[in-house]
């Protein structure tokens, strides 16, 4: 049997010594003290109380010692860590406080800084088009009329003098709905409307239509199956070519400013008689040196719509007294308008729906 470890000195293990957990103790205390902020409070932490500190070091030094020693040692490592976190705690409490007191003074919100707007929309340039043109009747006194899109064979060709045989029917280059002989098509013009407002309303009449319009047409530059006319009817007493001729001239310089000129070019609608193809001096070239004009072609003019006085039997077919009234119609094409009033080159632009179009018209909102 082995007699007691005498040779065991307890000051041997140096980090135990009470001068040296003591001086231990006011290193970390100091520390913690001086740290400035959060960030140096936490290596402090690290430094002073982690798991490799001289303190955490000491306390596993204790079950070195011999039992009567031990008591001792636990007691005064135990108050200097305890003092430690003590004091960490304390610190952490103040910086935190310091540091919300900070970012509440300092990271204010500016509210009117700019911000990324959501993109707006923009109605569409037909849309705003369309009224453009209405409202510049509307100012005349006229009402906007509107009709089916899918429209009676009778309302779309026989009551505009467009019989079954008639050669003008090949002129339009109709969308009929299945089964055919049910007689359905899909309106290939807005004249129909024309039609509609006489058989339900009595003269004066001076309405504008606008709307879409389907014809068996590619789609390319300058065609499109499916596209808009804005039609135009007046019926009173004693209405003549000049009245159509005048409100013509108001409806171009409206759309396309002061000095834009008109001319008829004889023409033949079944549905109106004298007809005339209503042409606009070119808007590029102006009708000067347009021989090398790329827009009109060396034409000097551009198709713009057809018009004439109202046809007698359409007015009969449609219930109107042709001996008391006359009138007269126009229509052109919304698309086109547009294109030779915003200088679109490609038709297909405004019905691809390409935002970056559409919102350069967004100003009209
Ligand atoms: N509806 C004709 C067309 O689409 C245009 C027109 C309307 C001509 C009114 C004369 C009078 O071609």
Redesign the pocket.
Known sequence: MSGPNTDYDPVEVSTLNPDEVEAARDAALAAIDAAADLAALKQVRIDHAGDRSPLALANREIGALPPAARKDAGRRVGQARGAVNQALAARTAVLEAEHEERMLAEETVDVTMPTDRLPVGARHPLTTGAELIADIFVAMGWEIAEGPVIEAEWLNFDALNLGPDHPARTMQDTFWTDPPENGVVLRT?T?PVQARTMLSRTPPIYVVCPGRVFRTDPFDATHSPMFH?V?GLAIDEGLTLAHLKGTLDHFATAMFGEGIVTRFRPSY?P??EP?AEVDLVCFVCRGVDSETCRTCRGEGWIEW????VVNPRVLRACGVDSERYSGF???MGIDRTLMFRHGIEDLRDLFEGDLRFTTAFGSDL
């Open positions: 013009h004249s006319q039609e609608f549905f109106t007809s719509g057809g018009c004439g119609a126009f229509g």
